[in-house]
């Protein structure tokens, strides 16, 4: 017996119902249309608008841009006229009926209170910001950022106030956007930050680019310390009083502690939830009912690389799922292969991206791992204005499988972690890197690309021609040496401890003053000087190591370990 929604399909109009629109909804009614010109399609959204650029709120905010029209991706009328889809805004379902296959349906304008049937219900219901139950938090003045009407009273207090000074809470994506834009509209920024870093995904060493660009663009850090509660002060501004008791005063402050998906609705309808807190789906976006699918930030799916349960609010891999579940809904075969949490974030004049497991998550999971870090610019650095990338390759140590990358710089990042995110996709390895034909023009890139060099500084370990040692491994003791390659004024400006300086150029030379009994431990400013000295001295039978990413990558780490201890 075939059941109801295969029954309907089979007269040729299947039902479709969608709840939610933005990215992942709106994608999965248009993609039902363009499969299938007798599905009956229509979008229930609790709010004013059905496809908004909610990524582009901050830059609103700032007044980047300008027009807030251009935040509307698709009007209602859109989806009507081109595809034939019907949009009711201000509309919530307010239930499921999974027996019945209906949904209770309350418009919000008028009150009336109705029910649905379905053949195929879609849950795209997304996330809702974290606002934690701290004493004040529901103080005037204090705002989170979800939507363009958020975007509007935050806009109108900062202008209404003539606000100087906000505080952030939370240093991630929305935090740090939020940073960026106050900034440009001349207020003075503190962020608050529960963890000892800003970004999150990135490992701590490579946070410490960011920390220190935010800095150098006036924007006060306190990390390592989270919010007690909010007070007013009888002038109208307000305070935040941090859990080791430090107090902060600002005219305004934004939420931006991260969001949890939407699960009310799912929950109420009996639908498993998964352990990481969202509605748990197969690869097709097939829920625990046979008939309902679910995608975008209110679902779980699968870490490409590690293969666990993760959370990933962004609207790249939510479109995509909207885009999948049509198909499946409509009986195509597709399979969503999982995230890897592909990410940029551009902060005032840098780049950070992303892409695949971070350190401390491949750690957390204890997946053997392997890292590279170079520094290389992001095209030929005879053309001006080359420009550095600070890169961390992440790999393992078996076969050489990539499993993830981390850039800092000004220019070219994204492009590089693209190119790494797709061949993680792909399964690919460091010697694919090395391999990798990639555009190459003075302007743009270099005819060795800093994702070939990645490539090729990891391969060279793995094949044996060079001994990689980590900062953070590295035992510095009697029973070693530790060799400064770099120039002699280099040297004199800063140094390792116990580090004996012996200039690249000169190192053939002065093999007599090294010690042929010791694990010989070489570094330079970011590991390429270090690596052809490390190649002499194999040739010349002695046991060496070359320190990856050289003394900016222990810089960098110093940092890191002094920010973990505020």
Not at 327 to 351: E, P
Request: proline content about 4%; hydrophobic content about 40%; charged content about 20%.
């Amino acid at each position: 017996m075939l059941n109801n929604r295969v029954e309907k399909r089979a007269n040729g109009k299947p039902r479709i119902l969608i709840v939610g629109g933005v990215a992942g909804g709106a994608s999965c009614a248009t993609r039902a249309r363009r499969l299938s010109e007798d599905a009956e399609i229509i979008i229930f959204e609790r709010g004013n608008y059905v496809s908004f650029a909610n990524c582009g709120l901050p830059y609103y905010i700032g007044n980047v841009i300008t027009d807030e029209a251009s935040l509307l991706v698709a009007k209602p009328a859109l989806f009507q006229d081109r595809y034939g889809i019907a949009v009711r805004l201000q509309t919530e379902v307010q239930a499921i009926d999974r027996v019945k296959q209906t949904i209770t349906v309350k418009n919000l304008v008028t009150g009336e209170i109705y029910q649905e049937y379905y053949d195929a219900l879609l849950l795209a219901p997304g996330a809702r910001p974290v606002i934690p139950p701290l004493p004040g938090i529901d103080l005037p003045g204090i705002f989170s950022l979800r939507s363009i009407p958020d975007s509007r009273e935050i806009i109108k207090w900062i202008n209404g106030k003539k606000a100087r000074q906000a505080i952030i809470i939370g240093g991630g994506f929305i935090g740090l956007e939020m940073a960026d834009n106050l900034v440009k509209l001349g207020l003075d920024i503190t962020i608050v930050e529960m963890l000892t870093q800003v970004m999150p995904a990135l490992d701590a060493e490579m946070a410490v680019l960011l920390q220190e660009h935010l800095t150098a663009n006036n924007v006060s850090l306190k990390m390592g310390d989270g919010v007690a509660r909010f007070e007013q002060n009888s002038s109208g501004s307000l305070t935040v009083i941090t859990q080791s008791g430090k107090k902060y005063s600002a005219d305004v402050i934004i939420l931006a502690i991260g969001v949890r998906p939407d699960i009310a609705l799912a929950i109420e309808a009996g639908l498993e939830i998964g352990t990481a807190g969202g509605i748990r789906v197969d690869d097709n976006m097939h829920t625990s009912d046979k008939n309902i699918w679910a995608v975008g930030d209110a679902v779980e799916v699968k870490d490409f690389v590690s293969g666990e349960w993760c959370l990933v609010p962004m609207a790249g891999p939510a479109n995509r799922q909207g885009r999948l579940a049509a198909d499946a809904i409509l009986g195509r075969k597709i399979k969503f292969r999982g995230s890897q949490c592909t990410m940029a974030c551009k902060v005032f004049d840098i780049t950070i991206a992303a892409t695949g497991g971070s350190e401390k998550r491949l750690q957390k999971l204890g997946i053997p791992y392997e890292k590279v870090y170079l520094y290389p610019n992001q095209h030929a650095g005879y053309y001006p204005g080359a420009k550095p990338i600070m890169l961390k390759l992440i790999f393992s140590p078996l076969d050489g499988k990539i499993l993830g990358a981390q850039a800092v710089g000004e220019e070219g990042v994204e492009k590089r972690i693209d190119v790494i995110a797709m061949a993680i996709q792909k399964e690919a390895t460091v010697f694919d890197l090395e391999e990798a034909e990639l555009c190459y023009t003075p302007q743009l890139g270099s005819a060795k690309d800093p994702v070939n060099m990645a490539g090729m500084v990891a391969a060279n370990m793995l094949r044996g021609d060079t001994l990689l040692a980590q900062w953070a491994t590295s035992k510095i003791s009697n029973n070693s040496f530790l060799l400064d390659v770099r120039e002699v004024m280099e040297f004199r400006e800063g140094h390792i401890t116990g580090a004996v300086n012996i200039p690249l150029h000169k190192l053939r030379h002065r093999l007599a003053e090294i010690p042929r009994d010791k694990e010989i431990l070489v570094y330079c400013r970011s590991g390429l000087r270090s690596y052809i000295a490390t190649r002499i001295l194999l040739q010349n039978g002695f046991k060496v190591q070359n320190i990856s990413g050289g003394i900016l990558v222990y810089d960098m780490q110093k940092k890191a370990e002094g920010s973990n201890n505020p």
